[in-house]
């Protein structure tokens, strides 16, 4: 018997980060037909969507919405500021309530859209970047002539985190379980985002110890392209740790670039190794999703081009 022919991807969805430039904003049937000229075949709908763009997209519905990023659609409290702000994994058991129940907007969204995910950004250790972060970025142009500095700045931006870790993790926990339960009923999966900054939850072995007890149908993991990256650069976390622990609970991909530290770049116009990518995908969930979530400022040449890029790289399906 020849053996079995693997599973292709699914089709490219691009994020409505990429909407939020002035001809598209109050114009998402021009960006869907955009994004599909470009060669994308569905949207994931950003949190930068208010309420009216994130119907306008559902209304048009000319690309299926595979995706929502969690907490769209974007709403601002009337005395907690913006919605997309606030911490799931607080202390303070208002705002993460109050976040929770932005996420539950989020999973019915998603439903009505017969979008399959949520991604959800699980809250930090604090809402602030941590000292020791803030000071790697500050070195990291000039990381190799001050090696032994970067090395103890690392090691005190770890301790400095963990020390902190538990109460927030905690609260994380309960507010998956919250989410979890809905996203169960309704028939929608929670994939938990790798986050760009160190104090943001997870890192890789608190994602693994939170995912347990959940189907992969209900709780999975997301891999940002970009933001592993980064915290790879800044030392702080093995990008391939990601994937050694987490590879099998892939539901979501994030793609984009990284130049420097700057990430949602166009895949292109940055130098991320996707060879080393495309290896880790292969061993992974190959039904996960794949949103290039790009940015605004990005041209529709580098988005169309990025596309081609990542499907030669076998990371994306072509048609």
């Given amino acids: ?24 904003e109050r114009d998402l049937q021009r960006f869907m037909e955009r994004a599909e000229e470009l060669g994308y075949r569905g949207v994931e709908i950003n949190h930068s969507m208010d309420a009216e763009q994130a119907g306008a997209i559902l209304g ?36 993460r309530a109050l976040a929770v129940q932005f996420h539950l907007r989020s999973i019915t969204l998603a439903a009505d859209a017969g979008a399959s995910v949520v991604a959800v950004h699980l809250g930090g250790v604090g809402a602030r970047l941590l000292d020791g972060e803030r000071r790697l970025r500050s070195m990291y142009d000039r990381r190799d002539v ?18 902190k ?31 760009l900054h160190y104090h943001e939850i997870p890192l890789p072995q608190e994602l693994a110890t939170l995912l347990e007890g959940y189907p992969v149908t209900v709780a999975g993991y997301l891999h940002d392209v970009g933001h592993a990256e980064v915290q790879h650069r800044l ?23 990284v130049r420097g530290l700057l990430d949602h770049r166009a895949p ?39 596309l081609r890029l990542l499907i030669e790289a076998g990371i994306v399906a072509g048609e």
């Fill in 235 to 257: 030392g702080v976390t093995d990008r391939g740790a990601w994937w050694d622990l987490l590879g099998d609970r892939l539901v979501l991909m994030h793609l984009h670039d």
């Fill in 146 to 163: 001050m090696a032994e500095e970067w090395d103890r700045t690392v090691d005190v931006t770890v301790r400095e985190r963990a020390e």
């Fill in 1 to 24: 018997m020849p053996p079995a022919t693997p599973p292709m991807p699914p089709r490219p969805a691009l994020s409505t980060m990429w909407a939020m430039q002035p001809r598209f």
């Fill in 268 to 306: 292109g116009n940055g130098d991320v190794d996707y060879a080393w990518l495309a290896a880790r995908v292969r061993a992974a969930n190959p039904a996960a999703l794949r949103t290039f979530e790009i940015d605004q400022h990005e041209s529709d040449e580098d988005v169309a081009g990025g």
């Fill in 165 to 195: 870790a538990a109460p927030w993790l905690a609260s994380a926990a309960r507010s998956l379980d919250e989410m979890a339960e809905v996203a169960s009923r309704q028939g929608v999966t929670l994939a938990i985002e790798t986050r």
């Fill in 60 to 95: 048009y519905r000319s690309l299926p919405t595979t995706s929502v990023h969690a907490p769209a659609p974007l709403e601002r409290h009337p005395t907690k500021g913006w919605n997309r702000e606030l911490n799931l994994a607080s202390t303070d058991e208002a705002e």
